[in-house]
């Protein structure tokens, strides 16, 4: 408080240092809305590729179970993509998992989530433990294996012959157009 007794600030003298700093809040806020809307925009896209892909499946295949075994693992792909982008964050900002109740849990614990909620079984939590690359292209290229699978074997018992797929053109057509959708 002396100081400012000693030497009192005039308004005047402000001038520049309110610009200066009305520049770099508004040049600051301007940037984290840019990187707020590309985020948003980039999670949209990826909730609207899930939809293509299901209409996809949808559209070529008549049975639940040939849709959902296919979509299951997009669908436990998207939960860990978020997961490792959740804790990649918590540990950029240097908190403490122990202590900090926002803390996403470690990746047995989403495995155990994803198999409660049936999206994968036992055999698969353990192989994605194991693997050290990207799980979540891991669980990717299952959903492209299973897919494949699929259009190799017979019809089963109440799937409709799709003329779609009888030519192998048109098969490689549909993984291409679903690859492009996911990865």
Avoid at 75 to 86: E, F, I, M, P
Avoid at 130 to 147: D, E, M, V
Avoid at 150 to 166: A, R, S, T
Wanted: with cysteine.
């Amino acid at each position: 408080q002396e100081f400012f007794k000693k030497y009192p600030i005039q308004i005047s003298e402000l001038g520049m240092l309110t610009s200066l700093v009305t520049f770099f809040v508004v040049f600051y806020n301007g940037n984290c809305f840019t990187r707020y809307t590309t985020l948003y925009d980039k999670a949209n896209t990826i909730t609207g590729r899930i939809h293509n892909v299901s209409l996809w499946l949808r559209a070529y295949f008549e049975s639940p179970s040939t849709r959902w075994n296919v979509i299951r693992y997009i669908l436990a792909s998207h939960y860990v993509h978020y997961w490792t982008t959740k804790i990649r964050n918590f540990e950029w900002q240097g908190r403490d998992k122990n202590r900090d109740p926002r803390y996403p849990g470690d990746f047995l614990k989403l495995c155990e989530d994803l198999q409660k909620k049936g999206v994968l079984i036992h055999a698969e939590v353990e192989t994605l433990n194991a693997y050290t690359g990207n799980k979540h292209k891991l669980l990717y290229s299952w959903a492209i294996i299973s897919l494949k699978k699929v259009m190799q074997i017979p019809k089963p018992d109440g799937e409709k012959d799709n003329p779609m797929l009888n030519s192998e053109f048109e098969q490689t057509a549909l993984l291409s157009n679903l690859k492009e959708e996911i990865v």
